[in-house]
């Protein structure tokens, strides 16, 4: 197959930043999907639901105007989070779902959650409304090894919580072992996870062979090679408890390329692109409309796009940078290389 046309995807899980960095990459999303849920990591967290309408205006204002987007906003649970928000966040009809960060998991998580056992009304608050739980799946306790920290997590924290809260609509984001797999698959429907193109092209060799390689550097961190083929099967599976959600997570080039570089890898730009190589090197390239496009809106309640997007096998060339308004550059995953196909909003 060399050409297919497929519903516009959304994107389940994206970083878009602020200030420059928003200007310089909202566009790319924008031009692929026609949502995102867009993550709320800033610096202060986008803890209220007054400070997401607020975020909301800045990246609509940051988007082309030839494009129809619609950023799907998110709370950022602090320990300062009050049920009386996350109920006001529910009836909001610009808010989507609340994010879960353990203190210290990743990038801006330090305003997150000491002890995720500890939020209970919170969480009974959210179990009651139904606005989905985000969960950064990782624990950050210093004994356990980096590797290790998903799985850890399904066991001390994911697994207590969902018999507490049984109801629970919860995304494990961005997942990364087959341990996460096959705790999504055990649980009922009201349990999903995504899953990033570049979990599903890359394993850990990536990051480390022949040089370490910081463009590459994200967290969850990229596992051994059977974690990959267990995500590739789970997303290539057709089933609707895993979906789109790229992780796109911009950094300065002076940010990743450090002695202390920055988790993150920045995928928005060919978000499409690196998703349908991953299903065509599966030979599952007829799977791929119902993980980016169908199982996404059916989890959160909306209707699939009805625009399309068409895919072409053809090779292009990624940009070694990409500018910011600010002259720092952006390094986008696999710049200086090559993609495989190219994608054509056809509106
Ligand atoms: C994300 C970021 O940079 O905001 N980084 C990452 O490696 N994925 C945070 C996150 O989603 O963990
Ligand atoms: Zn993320």
Redesign the pocket.
């Known amino acids: 197959m060399n050409e297919l046309v497929i519903r516009q995807p959304d994107d389940w899980?994206v970083?878009l930043r602020d200030g420059a960095m928003l200007t310089a990459v909202a566009l790319f999303t924008a031009r692929q999907c026609r949502r995102a849920i867009v993550?709320p990591?800033l610096v202060p967290p986008v803890a209220t639901v007054a400070e997401a309408l607020s975020y909301r205006d800045r990246i609509l204002a940051a988007v082309p105007a030839q494009f129809q987007f619609h950023p799907l906003m998110t709370l950022y649970l602090t320990e300062q989070t009050t049920v009386a928000e996350l109920a006001a966040a529910a009836l909001n009809p610009f808010i989507h779902a609340v994010k879960l960060y353990p203190a210290g998991?990743?990038?801006?998580?330090d305003r997150g959650v000491r002890d995720p056992l500890s939020i209970d009304p919170l969480l009974a608050e959210l179990e009651r409304s139904g606005l989905p739980l985000l969960v950064?799946g990782e624990v950050v306790d210093a004994s356990v090894d980096i590797f290790d920290r998903e799985a850890q997590f399904i066991e001390r924290v994911l697994t207590p919580i969902l018999v507490r809260f049984p109801n629970l609509k919860l995304v494990m984001?961005?997942i990364t072992t087959t341990d996460a797999v096959n705790f999504v698959l055990e649980q009922s429907e009201q349990v999903a996870a995504t899953i990033t193109a570049h979990h599903l092209l890359y394993n850990r060799n990536a990051m480390l062979v022949g040089g370490i390689r910081p463009h590459y550097?994200?967290?969850?961190v990229l596992k051994r090679e059977s974690h990959r083929q267990a995500l590739l099967t789970a997303a290539t599976s057709g089933n609707p408890k895993f979906f789109m959600g790229t992780?796109s997570?911009p950094?300065t080039q002076a940010n990743k390329e450090s002695a202390c570089g920055?988790?993150?890898?920045f995928t928005a730009y060919a978000a499409l692109e690196l998703y349908t190589e991953a299903f065509d090197q599966a030979g599952q390239l007829a799977q791929l409309e119902v993980f980016t496009s169908l199982n996404g809106p059916r989890f959160y309640g909306l209707a699939p796009n009805e625009t399309r997007i068409r895919l072409i096998r053809q090779t292009q060339r990624v940009p070694e940078f990409f500018p910011t308004r600010d002259t720092e550059r952006l390094i986008p995953l696999r710049a200086g290389e090559t993609l495989a196909w190219q994608a054509e909003l056809i509106g």
């Open positions: 899980h970083h993550m990591n998991a990743t990038t801006n998580s950064h984001e961005h550097y994200c967290l969850p992780d997570a950094h920055c988790a993150g890898a």
